[in-house]
């Protein structure tokens, strides 16, 4: 599945993901699970799911602290909370309530093809990647030196799969149920009030959406830069597709609630460490 960049994680708020799964769970019978774990492979969605892990870093530094405050205990409790097959076990039990035979037979069908498995391939190794100021660097000289026609595609792109524009409330839901969980399990100094935690996170996103639209158009230069302009426009067609729009909007949904709930689990956990000891 596309790349987006790991500005901070889009996660859609869980009343949107359950409402989503009551509607779609009435269109059609859903996938059995040996076809959705195949669904998962042939897409790269699997690797969107194990990639996950790699925003953990970016947890602490949202409660001012790093990874290194907590010794030894942070790889052993970011791996627990971030374990892949236990990632991948969570979306396939939201799929196979949700995703009908339609949107599966679609998606598979062009992710299957000859350009389907080609814009996977760098897609996978674009999810590994460990991102950061060089790589937005490397990006942002690519579309310097692009032409209109390809940076254009690539815009398409993005605009294809975030359709409905919740990247920016979606990222502060995360950081919202984030940091709410913390501070619930006492990992902050002062109890956050709700209130006006929703009113600072709505102060910011304005430049947060512009932020993470250069961000993901940087990303994508990055990540398609050996694919040529004919077929990223004709991904671009593809993802506008209106039975992809709502395999996107499905797959979208489930990874980013995925990542809410991992970081909320991570949160409580971090919190039954005592800091700057090696446990």
């Known amino acids: 599945m596309p790349v987006l960049p790991r500005v901070l994680p889009r996660v859609l708020p869980l009343p949107l993901l359950v409402l989503l799964i009551g509607l779609w769970a009435g269109i059609a019978p859903a996938a059995d699970r040996d076809r959705l774990r195949a669904f998962l492979e042939i897409t790269g969605f699997d690797m969107a799911l194990d ?6 870093a970016d947890a602490p530094a949202m ?11 942070w790889p052993r409790i970011r791996d627990e909370v971030f374990d892949p097959a236990a990632m991948r076990a969570q979306a396939l039990d939201i799929l196979a309530q949700t995703l009908d035979e339609e949107m599966l037979g679609h998606a598979a069908s062009f992710y299957a093809s000859g350009l389907g498995q080609r814009l996977v391939a760098v897609e996978n190794a674009s999810h590994m990647r460990p ?64 209130a006006t935690l929703r009113q600072v996170l709505a102060q910011g996103a304005e ?4 932020q993470m639209r250069a961000a993901a158009l940087a990303s994508a230069a990055l990540t398609y830069r050996d694919i040529p302009t004919a077929e990223l426009r004709a991904y671009a067609e593809a993802l506008a597709h209106p039975v992809m729009a709502r395999v996107y909007e499905l797959m979208n949904a489930v990874q980013y609630e995925i990542m809410a709930d991992r970081f909320e689990r991570l949160a409580r956990r971090l919190a039954e460490v005592p800091r700057a000891q090696d446990l």
Do not use: H, K, Y
Not at 51 to 56: E, T
Not at 207 to 210: G, K, L, T
């Open 51 to 56: 990639s996950i892990a790699l925003s953990a």
């Open 63 to 73: 409660v001012g602290l790093a990874p290194g405050d907590f010794g030894l205990a």
């Open 131 to 194: 991102g950061g100021a060089d790589e937005q660097a490397e990006g942002e000289a690519l579309l310097a030196a692009m032409d209109a026609r390809r940076r254009g595609a690539l815009a398409a792109m993005n605009d294809a799969i975030d359709v409905s524009g919740q990247s920016v409330i979606a990222v502060q839901e995360l950081q919202f149920r984030f940091l709410m969980a913390a501070s619930a399990a006492g990992l902050t100094e002062d109890e956050i009030d709700a």
């Open 207 to 210: 430049e947060m959406r512009a």
